[in-house]
């Protein structure tokens, strides 16, 4: 099982160094912390909290094209290449995802969540596992469900981790699919339920033939920003994606989407717990999987 604090005697610096490498680089780059809490999401769903999502070379999960606009990779080589100087073969790659996403949300302004740790890293990573375990933008609320569920979350953990959101940014094709071309070239968006000046802004923002690089933030106002923020634009009907407006659409949840917009503090009380349940997805603990050495390759 994981343990709170289970470097504090082999390397009891371990969640500082993690903490303070993702303070440097966020402040080089505001960017990062969104990369870095995603990368823990496309961590967990596949193969569980094992850092596959970090291996490299042909067919792994992030040769995948689902994973091709992940980012932070170099800030937890960062992290790993302090931590052996300090402590060599102790600290999983892991066990840095889950720490440096921690950190990304309470940098930003969100909660403090301590969580266990002792994850230790996975030798496999296959880009075939992708596809079949992360969630689509264009997936329905009952398919969002089944997928959560498959993964030990309740509908209400979607909706509370869905939250993240609130900071980062996606590129035009992640959303490409609520527009429409008609037969003079123009633009429209399918999705008519969207607020209207939200979906000329974003049109305006990524027009056809855009920059693939490009990107909007996911939270326009606060985006840099941990806060409930985003459960107010899904009310305003201002969701980016397809998978965040059926939130608030669906009865299923839109009581607790409501909830969220008007509470921050039980959005934050809501966070810790599906954050914690995140971040314990399938661990391999005791002697499965190893410590590697090096996060973006397995030991030999
Ligand atoms: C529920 C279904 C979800 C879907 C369909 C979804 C989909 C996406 C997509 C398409 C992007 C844009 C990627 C890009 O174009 O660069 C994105 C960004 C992001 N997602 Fe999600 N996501 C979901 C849930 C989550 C969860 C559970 C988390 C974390 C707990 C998360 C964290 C993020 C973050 C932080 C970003 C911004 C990344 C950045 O700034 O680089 N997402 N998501
Ligand atoms: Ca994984
Ligand atoms: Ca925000």
């Known amino acids: 099982d994981l343990t709170l604090n289970f470097y504090s005697t082999s ?8 903490r303070n490498t993702v303070r440097s680089a966020s402040n080089m780059d505001p960017t990062v912390p969104g990369k870095l809490l995603r990368l823990l999401f496309h961590d967990c769903f596949v193969e569980g909290c094992d850092a596959s999502v970090l291996l490299q ?15 932070g990779f170099s800030v937890i080589d960062s992290a790993k290449r302090l931590l052996e100087i300090f402590c060599p073969g102790t600290v999983s ?36 596992n ?10 329905t609320m009952t398919e969002m469900i089944k997928l959560f569920s498959s993964k030990g979350l309740s509908l209400e953990d ?21 527009f429409q071309e008609d037969s003079k070239g123009k633009f429209t968006f399918i999705d008519t339920s969207l607020d209207n000046g939200y979906a ?8 056809p033939g855009a920059n693939p690089s490009i990107t909007v933030q996911n939270d326009p106002e606060t985006s840099f920003v941990f806060d409930n923020h985003y459960y107010g634009n899904l009310l ?31 959005f934050f009380e809501s966070w810790v717990q599906s954050f914690l349940k995140l971040t314990s997805i399938h661990v391999k603990t005791g002697d499965e999987g190893e410590i590697r050495a090096f996060c973006p390759t397995a030991n030999a």
């Open 11 to 18: 390397c009891p610096s371990a969640e500082l160094v993690v």
């Open 57 to 71: 070379g042909n067919g792994t999960e992030r040769s995948d094209p689902a994973n091709q606009s992940l980012g």
């Open 93 to 128: 790659c892991a066990d840095i995802v889950a720490l440096a996403a921690r950190d990304a949300v309470e940098l930003t302004g969100g909660p403090v969540v301590h969580i266990p740790t002792g994850r230790r890293d996975g030798k496999v990573s296959s880009a075939s």
């Open 130 to 139: 992708v596809r079949p375990n992360i969630v689509d933008t264009s997936f």
């Open 158 to 178: 979607l909706v509370t981790l869905s939250g993240a959101h609130t900071i980062g940014a996606a590129h035009c094709s992640a959303f490409s699919d609520r």
């Open 200 to 207: 000329e802004k974003l049109m305006k923002q990524c027009p």
């Open 236 to 266: 305003a009907h201002r969701g980016l994606f397809q998978s965040d407006s059926v939130l608030f659409t669906d009865s299923r949840s839109s009581k607790q989407v409501k909830n969220f917009a008007e509470d921050q503090v039980g």
